[in-house]
Each structure stands twice: as structure tokens, then as C-alpha cells.
């Protein structure tokens, strides 16, 4: 049996305060200096009465034609209409509130309301950087142990003989399904009480068509889908979102979210516990009732991948879709879950565990490593390719963002998970050798880190990204959490499993 050391307690013990710290810290610095909607709204609209009247007068007392008025105003203002309008005004904004506002959002302002939002705006941003990070983390590995256990049933439904030494592996990383579910239903929750803006469909605002114009300058104005006395349109009105409000909806979303780790937490508690049985009775009877799981859960886990990726991540970007996301997703976790299982393996193999496991089952993990980053490219290019020569606005708007203001990740993502395993561990002797496979295997696992990171900051905050102490950290801590429950969860049952009909092939397996 493995043996969980009292050192390695400790390394994870360190980086799981390391994250939680790193996040108090992210969770200070984003409330600090923050103003409330209500504030931000008080404030811009006394601004910007200020600067129609400045305008109106400054425009009383110029006595030139209509052209010269708007040349002198234009440099009186400082070149307003050759920057973009209200150029002035934010720069008294940004000055008021000590705050950099995005360019793009405050060139495309037109009015109050547009003006209003790009600052409220940028302090849901700086307020939503902790929340994302912590929900980047969590949905990583999550999905990294929901990976590690559809490996594990694929390997009962093809019958694997090679394998069968490392199938606590993957049972063990499939531990962390009920903690990461926790952390996930805390975050919609929190979310759908507007504790953060991860998933901003959420907010009932954009959902109405109109809104009372007196509840405006309160902290809950009032919202309707009939036109009455008092009510004005609203601005912030999304026919888009709108018409998806039969599937994201907060009971419906919770319910799926429910049902989906709970399906995920039971298989995972079924197969380990039909596993251990199995080492008790022997027999082909566990055997064959862990091949029965295993074929309905892969068909579950078929259909609640992709409805969970759509739930998770693509909704945070409401108005964009594609039909590929969720096989691209979920190839992205699935190659992060075998490299994991593969640094375990190897981690065990150096610390004098699992001595019959070989270079040949070294060559077979470098070949699933090599195969689906591969297939991962093959996904990314694929919907990137189809996006692009479509070119509809409703879905080129994802990748804007991205390659604008993300390009230097994406290619960072593309050269670890892509170039990385194509120059490292094509060669048949380089997938045998344990310290080339692990290797590429963590610069893999940081790669798609990455590409997940790509997937959700773009829809939290934006192009007011960063990769600091508090995603650096959060990202740690989350490492030192799973491989505590993971090596913690290993060390309570034998490593291999003793009656499985298939040893003698794992045990002289060769190619």
C-alpha cells in the first residue's frame, strides 16, 4: 500500500495556505476603493449634467458658424471628436474615481446609460478577479477528475489488460468529484445572489423590456415586460439573452448542476466500491458489474460533458455558441487527466511503488498523451477554422476578444499542449522514458491550464486580465488540495487491485 508521508502532508498542507491566502488577499485588493452601482450612478450622472451644461454654455458664447463651433469645442475639449465622444468626460471619471476604463467599451458609448455602465463596468471587473480565479481552479480540476474517471470506465468497457495496474489512479483522482462539485454549487449560488458577475445572465435586468424610470437612481430599480406609467425602455434589455431564458434559467441551471455531480459522484463511489469488492470475492462477478456501470455511465458522461461545458463556461459568454465546444472541452480535460494519472504513475514508480509497471506502460501513456493533444489541436482548429470562414458576427465576437487582447496565451496554450508532446515524445524511445514523459506531461497540464484560462476570463473580466499572486496562487493552493485528497485517498486501499481478470496480461504487457 502506498504511504502517505507526514513531508508530503506538509508540501500540500503549505500550498493550500499559499492559495488561501493568495485569494484573501485578491478578495482585499478587489473591494478596496470600491463604489456601489447606486454610487457609480449618483456620481457619473451629476458628471455628466455638468459637462452637457459646460457644452451648452461654451457653445452660447462662441459667435462663429456652425462649422468654427465645432472645430473650437473640439480643441477646447481636447480633441473630443477625433478620440471617440465624451472623451473628455471620462477622463474626469477616471480621474474621480482613480480607475482605467476600457477604450473600446467608452469609443462605443453613445449615451448616459452607455457612460453609466463602462464605469460600473470596470469595478465588477476588479471586484470579479478573486471570484474567477477561484472558479478557474475549481472547474480545472473538477473536470480533470471527471476526465481521470471516464479513462477509468474505458478502460472496463474495452476490456484494457495493460492498464489494470494503474486503475487506482484514476479512482483515486476521481475522489475530488464531491469537493470540486461543493466549491462549483457555491459559486452558482453566490452568483445568482449577485455576490459576483461569473455568469452575468443571471442578472434579471438584462431579461426585462422595461423599467420604471423613478427606481433608476435606487439601489433595485424595477423591472417589467409591460410598457405602464412611469416606465421607460430599458437599456440594459438583451433580446439575446432573452430568448435562451427557457435554458438558462437559475432553478433549471441549478437542478442540472445537481444532477450532473451527482451521477458523476455515484459512479465514482460505485466503481471503487465494486473494485474493493472484488479484491475480497475474486471471480468475474464485480468484474462484470463494473463493465454494466462503466457502459452506462460513459453514456451519461457523453451527454453531461458537453450540457456541463455549455452550463459552465460557454454560458459565460451568453451570446456566443458553437456546436464543437463541448468535445473541445472536454478533449482539453481529458489530456489534462491523463497527464495527471501519468505524474502520479511515475511520482509512485520513483518512490519504489507500483515495480511492475514498465517502459511499456510508459510508451502507452506517451502515446495517449501525443494522440490527444493532437485530437485537442484538431478540435481548436477546427471550431477556430469554422468561426472564421462563417464569419457571423454572433460568433466571431469570442475570438475577438481573445486574439485581441489574448493572443500571447493562445500561442503560449498552443506551443505546451500542441509543439510541446509533437517534438518531445513522438519517438518511440522518448514515450519509455520516465522523466521525458513527465516532462512534457506537466508542461501539458500547465498548457491547458492555460487554455482554460482562455475559455473564462475573456466573459469575467475581460480585457482586465491578469496572471498575478492571486490566479498564480489560487492555482497552487487548488494543487496542494487535490493531491492531498488524491495521495490521501490512494494510501487507504492496496495500489493495485488484486483479483482483476486481466492481470497476467497488465503484468507481461509488451509492445
Known amino acids: 500500500m502506498y504511504k502517505f508521508t507526514r513531508n508530503t502532508k506538509i508540501i500540500c498542507i503549505c500550498m493550500m495556505l499559499f492559495g488561501i491566502i493568495s485569494l484573501v488577499y485578491g478578495f482585499i485588493s478587489a473591494n478596496k476603493n470600491q463604489y456601489s452601482d447606486l454610487e457609480i450612478r449618483q456620481a457619473v450622472k451629476q458628471m455628466y449634467n455638468e459637462y452637457k451644461s459646460d457644452k451648452k454654455k461654451y457653445n452660447d458664447d462662441v459667435s462663429q458658424s456652425v462649422k468654427s463651433k465645432d472645430a473650437s469645442y473640439d480643441n477646447h475639449s481636447g480633441s473630443e471628436s477625433n478620440e471617440y465622444e465624451y472623451a473628455s468626460l471620462f477622463k474626469k471619471i477616471e480621474n474621480k474615481f482613480g480607475c482605467k476604463l476600457d477604450y473600446d467599451k467608452k469609443k462605443n458609448a453613445h449615451g448616459l446609460e452607455d457612460i453609466i455602465y463602462v464605469t460600473q463596468h470596470y469595478f465588477h471587473v476588479k471586484k470579479q478577479r478573486p471570484w474567477s480565479s477561484l472558479f478557474l481552479s475549481n472547474i480545472f480540476f473538477l473536470m480533470i477528475s471527471l476526465a481521470a474517471l471516464v479513462w477509468l470506465a474505458v478502460q472496463y468497457i474495452s476490456q484494457s489488460g495493460w492498464s489494470v495496474y494503474l486503475l487506482r489512479i ?146 459565460i ?128 497540464l500547465i498548457g491547458h491550464y492555460i487554455d482554460v484560462y482562455v475559455m473564462i476570463m475573456p466573459g469575467t473580466v475581460g480585457t482586465h486580465w491578469h496572471i498575478g499572486l492571486v490566479e498564480i496562487g489560487t492555482f497552487i493552493g487548488y494543487i496542494g488540495l487535490f493531491t492531498y485528497v488524491v495521495l490521501s485517498s490512494l494510501s487507504r486501499v492496496p495500489l493495485v487491485q488484486k483479483n482483476h481478470p486481466l492481470i497476467l496480461e497488465s503484468k507481461h504487457h509488451h509492445i
Open 317 to 444: 459568454d451568453t451570446h456566443w455558441f458553437s456546436t464543437l465546444f463541448g468535445w473541445y472541452s472536454f478533449a482539453s480535460f481529458f489530456v489534462s487527466a491523463c497527464a495527471v494519472i501519468a505524474i502520479i504513475t511515475i511520482y509512485l514508480k520513483y518512490n519504489d511503488y507500483l515495480p511492475e509497471v514498465n517502459e511499456n506502460h510508459m510508451h502507452d501513456f506517451g502515446r495517449y498523451l501525443l494522440a490527444f493533444s493532437i485530437f485537442w489541436t484538431y478540435t481548436w482548429f477546427s471550431q477556430y477554422l469554422l468561426i472564421w470562414y462563417a464569419n457571423i458576427p454572433e460568433e466571431v465576437t469570442y475570438y475577438v476578444i481573445r486574439f485581441e487582447h489574448y493572443h500571447i496565451l493562445i500561442i503560449i496554450a498552443l506551443i505546451l499542449n500542441f509543439v510541446n508532446p509533437m517534438l518531445l515524445i513522438q519517438d518511440r524511445a522518448a514515450k519509455r522514458l520516465k522523466g521525458q514523459v513527465l516532462f512534457v506531461a506537466i508542461l501539458i
Open 170 to 315: 484514476p479512482q483515486a483522482i476521481s475522489s475530488f468529484l464531491p469537493i470540486g462539485g461543493v466549491v462549483m454549487v457555491f459559486l452558482i449560488i453566490t452568483s445568482a445572489l449577485h455576490w459576483h458577475y461569473t455568469f452575468h445572465w443571471m442578472d434579471e435586468a438584462l431579461t426585462y423590456e422595461f423599467v420604471d424610470e423613478a427606481s433608476l437612481d435606487t439601489e433595485y430599480p424595477k423591472y417589467s415586460h409591460e410598457m405602464s406609467e412611469g416606465m421607460i425602455d430599458n437599456s440594459k434589455f438583451d433580446k439575446i439573452i432573452t430568448g435562451k431564458t427557457s435554458y438558462l434559467n437559475i432553478p433549471f441551471y441549478l437542478i442540472r448542476t445537481f444532477i450532473y455531480l451527482l451521477g458523476w459522484c455515484i459512479a465514482a463511489f460505485l466503481l471503487r466500491k465494486f473494485s474493493l469488492k472484488e479484491d475480497i470475492e475474486g471471480g468475474l462477478k464485480w468484474h462484470n458489474r463494473m463493465f454494466t456501470l462503466s457502459a452506462i455511465f460513459i453514456v451519461f458522461a457523453a451527454i453531461t460533458t458537453s450540457t456541463g461545458a455549455w452550463d459552465w463556461i460557454m454560458s
